[in-house]
């Protein structure tokens, strides 16, 4: 299991060099769920990714966003495809925060796994159709 994050690249990267040094361990990845970017960069800068918290709020075209729901899309949909693109990729599961609420997470997260998403033209998130 690993602490949130908000930088798939991040734990990509991490992964490969524990592979390299020998670890053969599956991941699990620690995803936030849906929240607002208030809430997340809160939960962040108490655990201790300051670092991955300001690449959050850089990805943040406006600061009025901040009371908008952010959920993890982008993360999950970068892992989906590094895993396609690395079948041997330890990284095997995702586990929520759910620092926006459970019911809403589970909500979501139960979305997700119905298939009820569309994902974005750039092919880089997707967007929850009904999450109730």
Not at 24 to 37: T, Y
Not at 98 to 107: D, L, N
Request: proline content about 3%; aromatic content about 10%; hydrophobic content about 50%.
């Amino acid at each position: 299991m690993t602490q949130f994050g908000f930088d798939a690249e991040a734990v990509v990267k991490w992964e490969r060099a524990t592979a390299a040094d020998g670890v053969a361990m599956p991941i699990h990845a620690g995803v936030a769920g849906p929240a607002s970017l208030r809430q997340l960069i809160k939960f962040a800068m108490m655990c201790g990714v300051g670092a991955s918290a300001r690449m959050l709020k850089n990805r943040t075209a406006a600061m009025a966003d901040l009371i908008r729901t952010q959920a993890p899309d982008d993360l999950i949909t970068y892992f989906v495809q590094e895993r396609a693109a690395n079948p041997a990729s330890r990284i095997q599961k995702l586990h929520f925060f759910a620092f926006g609420g459970v019911v809403k997470c589970a909500k979501w997260a139960n979305a997700v796994r119905a298939g009820r998403f569309e994902l974005n033209g750039k092919g880089t998130g997707f967007d929850v159709i009904k999450a109730g």
